[in-house]
């Protein structure tokens, strides 16, 4: 992989700020020409740098609101109660985020549901059937103080 250039840093910097930004607005604020913009665009997402495009939505407005960061210690630490846990994970709709994470439990999820009726459904009926599962702690959001989703500053 090549190493980012202080064009390249610029280019992510504008992408992370608005991704609906043209190559040739891209450009303008780089002082660059589109063609050279455009071509260090494709080549890092050839390379993984830039991931995906996303649309950032509002939870609230969808009523999807109610956030809830759970901590999951699974009975066993094995590969295979891992990998159990990591596909089942994987299509969990009100899982938004899912890290492997160090300390007194395994799993830190970050959840979004409608209501504590609804959680309360999660946890029982979903993540209570998962035969891996030794320990479920919930942390309820209680206000939003900071989201930021840019990696470069």
């Given at each position: 992989?090549?190493?980012?250039?202080?064009?390249?840093l610029?280019?992510?910097?504008?992408?992370?700020?608005?991704?609906?930004?043209?190559?040739?607005?891209?450009a303008?604020?780089?002082?660059l020409?589109?063609?050279?913009?455009?071509?260090?665009?494709?080549?890092?997402?050839?390379?993984g740098?830039?991931?995906?495009y996303?649309?950032?939505?509002?939870?609230?407005k969808?009523?999807?609101?109610?956030?809830v960061?759970?901590?999951v210690?699974?009975?066993?630490?094995?590969?295979?109660?891992?990998?159990?846990?990591?596909?089942?994970?994987?299509?969990?709709?009100?899982?938004?985020?899912?890290y492997?994470?160090?300390?007194?439990?395994?799993?830190?999820?970050?959840?979004?549901?409608?209501?504590m009726?609804?959680?309360?459904?999660?946890?029982?009926?979903?993540?209570?059937?998962?035969?891996s599962?030794?320990?479920?702690?919930?942390?309820?959001?209680?206000?939003?103080?900071?989201?930021?989703?840019?990696?470069i500053?």
């Amino acid at each position: 992989m090549n190493t980012l250039d202080s064009t390249d840093l610029a280019i992510l910097r504008a992408m992370q700020s608005n991704a609906r930004l043209t190559t040739k607005e891209i450009a303008t604020m780089v002082h660059l020409s589109s063609t050279p913009v455009f071509e260090r665009i494709k080549r890092m997402e050839r390379e993984g740098i830039i991931k995906q495009y996303v649309t950032i939505l509002d939870a609230e407005k969808l009523n999807r609101g109610f956030t809830v960061f759970t901590s999951v210690k699974l009975r066993h630490c094995t590969m295979e109660a891992a990998q159990d846990f990591i596909h089942r994970v994987e299509g969990l709709r009100e899982v938004t985020e899912c890290y492997n994470v160090s300390g007194t439990t395994d799993y830190l999820l970050k959840v979004h549901c409608s209501t504590m009726k609804d959680y309360q459904r999660f946890v029982l009926e979903v993540l209570g059937t998962c035969e891996s599962v030794g320990h479920i702690e919930s942390a309820f959001v209680m206000e939003e103080i900071k989201r930021e989703y840019s990696v470069i500053p």
